[in-house]
């Protein structure tokens, strides 16, 4: 099975100069915990409800702070034509729970996240995934550098 099977195609973006306050709010609206970040048509960064509160709030910084000062700038992603069960891996080993969808001219097309895997239950796709995000530790560290 192919990652375009699976994977929401209504996915909502925001810029790096809008302002965090803006992106809790499409969160909020479209009951969503993670944006992929835009510019100038290319995707630069993932914003999630966590970086808004770790790197963010935590951090002192107000409503109006821009997205770029809190996302994360290192996108991982795959491409709409990769099979499900490489992608379910790749989320396991880096413990990412949603990972933007690319179409071969590296335009956003989607986002598949670990629910749209577990839909396919029967592929055991999702047990994999979560099994490998579960696991303590990993790459993604919501310290600042």
Known sequence: MLV???????????????????????MLETDIGALPVGEND??????????????GVAA???????????MTPEVRYCFEDEDAAHVARTMADEQIRRLPVIDRDKRLVGIVALADLATLAKTGYATAALSGISQSGGNHSQRSS
């Open 4 to 26: 375009r099977e699976a994977m929401s195609r209504d996915v909502k973006t925001v810029n790096p100069e809008q302002h965090i306050q803006e992106a809790a709010k499409i």
């Open 42 to 55: 290319r995707l630069v960064g993932m914003i999630t409800d966590r970086d808004i509160a770790v790197r």
């Open 60 to 70: 002192g910084k107000s409503a109006s702070a821009c997205v770029r000062e809190v």
